[in-house]
T-cell receptor
Framework: DAKTTQPNSMESNEEEPVHLPCNHS???????IHWYRQLPSQGPEYVIH???SNVNNRMASLAIAEDRKSSTLILHRATLRDAAVYYC????????????FGKGTHLIIQP | NAGVTQTPKFQVLKTGQSMTLQCAQD?????MYWYRQDPGMGLRLIYY???????DKGEVPNGYNVSRLNKREFSLRLESAAPSQTSVYFC?????????????FGSGTRLTVV
C-alpha cells in the first residue's frame, strides 16, 4: 500500500488558518486522498477527499499538488473544537478492504 | 439517524475470559469493519466484511473472530482475552458509494484485560 507522511504535531492559534501537510510520493493513479480526524475519546470522522482537483466542503479545503505527491488540508479559521488528530489516507477507489491509518498529525489549538 | 452503534462502551475482563463486542449500523451500508487503537497509535484493521455473508482478515486478526449476523450487525469475539488485547475497539461501515460519504465510525469500546 502507498504510504503517507505527516508531521507528528502542529500548533496553531484560534481563529487563524491551519495548513496540515501530507506527503504521498508513491501514490498511484487510482488512489484517492482522504482525510479523517479523530477528536479526543471519539471515533474518526470523515473530513474531505479528492483525486486530482482541489476540493472544498463545509469543514475544510483540500489542496492537491499537480504531481499528486503531496496534499494540504486547510482549516480556514480554526476553533478549539478543531483540536484533534488528523489522518491523511490513500484509498483505492472501488475497494472495500478498509482504510490504513498512520499516526496522523496531532493538531493543538491555542486560545 | 444513529449511524454506527457499539456496545458496550466500557468493559473489564480477566485474562482468559471471553466476550463479544456488538456493532450495528442503520445506514444500509454494505461493508463493515473492526479496528483496534492502542495508545498513541493509529487504528489497525482486525477484520472486515465487504458484504453480507463474507468476512476477511485484516492486519491484526489473531485472537479474534467475527460474525456478520445480517446486513446491519457485525460482531467481534474474543475467545480467550489476553492483556495484549487491551485497547479501544472501533467499528465502522461504508457504502458502495464510499467515495461520496466516507466511512462512518462508532464511538468505540474501551476494553481492559487484567
Amino acid at each position: 500500500d502507498a504510504k503517507t507522511t505527516q508531521p507528528n504535531s502542529m500548533e496553531s492559534n484560534e481563529e487563524e488558518p491551519v495548513h496540515l501537510p501530507c506527503n504521498h510520493s508513491t501514490i498511484s493513479g487510482t488512489d484517492y486522498i482522504h482525510w479523517y480526524r479523530q477528536l479526543p475519546s471519539q471515533g474518526p470522522e470523515y473530513v474531505i477527499h479528492g483525486l486530482t482537483s482541489n476540493v472544498n466542503n463545509r469543514m475544510a479545503s483540500l489542496a492537491i499538488a499537480e504531481d499528486r505527491k503531496s496534499s494540504t488540508l486547510i482549516l480556514h479559521r480554526a476553533t478549539l473544537r478543531d483540536a484533534a488528530v488528523y489522518y491523511c489516507i490513500l484509498f483505492r477507489g472501488g475497494g472495500a478492504d478498509g482504510l490504513t491509518f498512520g499516526k496522523g498529525t496531532h493538531l493543538i489549538i491555542q486560545p | 439517524n444513529a449511524g454506527v452503534t457499539q456496545t458496550p462502551k466500557f468493559q473489564v475482563l480477566k485474562t482468559g475470559q471471553s466476550m463479544t463486542l456488538q456493532c450495528a449500523q442503520d445506514m444500509n451500508h454494505n461493508s463493515m469493519y473492526w479496528y483496534r487503537q492502542d495508545p498513541g497509535m493509529g487504528l489497525r484493521l482486525i477484520y472486515y466484511s465487504a458484504s453480507e455473508g463474507t468476512t476477511d482478515k485484516g492486519e491484526v486478526p489473531n485472537g479474534y473472530n467475527v460474525s456478520r449476523l445480517n446486513k446491519r450487525e457485525f460482531s467481534l469475539r474474543l475467545e480467550s482475552a489476553a492483556p495484549s488485547q487491551t485497547s479501544v475497539y472501533f467499528c465502522a461501515s461504508s457504502s458502495r458509494v464510499v467515495l461520496l460519504y466516507g466511512y462512518t465510525f462508532g464511538s468505540g469500546t474501551r476494553l481492559t484485560v487484567v
